[in-house]
């Protein structure tokens, strides 16, 4: 599984890299084929003081593409949200996949 991880507008510390990484890490649990992650950190500056802070992830397998974006305050809570989803977007898919 190769991983990618983007910042967009600015540096991150090693303590985000270091938690998306751990975080990531445990998705080969839910889909073994799994060829390549990308994880896009951005600052969304929609309202000039205030910035969300927005997390994508694309996740590449065999003959399909599952991909999310969330927004929150911060970036921990954005990856955590994001990941739910693209979880349950994998379980779903290889129920489906099982089932016919």
């Known amino acids: 599984m190769n991983v990618n991880i ?3 507008h600015f540096n991150a510390d090693d303590k985000l890299v270091d938690y998306v990484s751990r975080k990531l890490s445990k998705l080969s649990t839910f889909h073994d084929r799994i060829l390549k992650v990308d994880v896009f950190l951005k600052l969304d500056n929609v309202v000039h003081t205030i910035k969300d ?3 994508e992830i694309r996740i590449h397998v065999p003959r399909h593409e599952f991909f999310v974006k969330s927004s929150s305050k911060s ?3 954005s990856f955590d949200c994001a990941m739910e989803s693209i979880v349950t977007q994998i379980k779903r898919k290889k ?3 099982l089932a016919a």
């Open 53 to 55: 802070k927005v997390a």
């Open 95 to 97: 129920q489906k996949l």
């Open 75 to 77: 970036f921990e809570e």
């Open 6 to 8: 983007q910042t967009v």
